[in-house]
């Protein structure tokens, strides 16, 4: 049996080609639809799981008398009130190796072991170069702050309740 090869004609190329190019506008369009009110506006910047990612690190100012300490390590959790019990849920269950504060824009209920700070006009959040999300309001992420008390990493992330395991990734690296 033998088997003959016809070089690809420009026809079939510019089939290839646009298949792969619909195929990949669709991905776009799939991504751009997935951001939500909460993302960072600069995506490239939400959750990049670099430390240091400039302009870090940069001195971590104090959020309470006891968060961050020199000598431990820190996660500064930042939040809406509606989201509050989960995040608590998450930080009382997730084993976090840190000192923890969670900074809301109202006070709210204890939560735990964790510092409960009331900050509504966001001044923490922006000393610890969390931006604006895209739609308004106050940040909802994280800040990752090392032993010697300098921030190394820090997000816009509405889904951290859900994904802890990346703040102890992010522990774990420092």
Known sequence: MTITRHPPTG???VAVWLV???GL???LLVAGVAEGPLDDADQARQRPGVLDLAPLPTSAVPVTDSVPRSGRPAVVFFTSS???DGLCAAVRAGELDADVAIVTPAAGPTCGTAAMVA???GRLAATYQLRQPDGGGPPV????VDAQRRVRYATLDPTTAEHLFEVRTMLAAL
Do not use: K, N, Q
Not at 141 to 144: E, F, I, L, S, T
């Open 141 to 144: 992420g994280y800040a990752v």
């Open 25 to 27: 506008g669709a991905l």
């Open 119 to 121: 900050d509504p006009a």
């Open 20 to 22: 792969l190019a619909v």
């Open 11 to 13: 026809r079939g190329l």
């Open 82 to 84: 509606e989201r509050l």
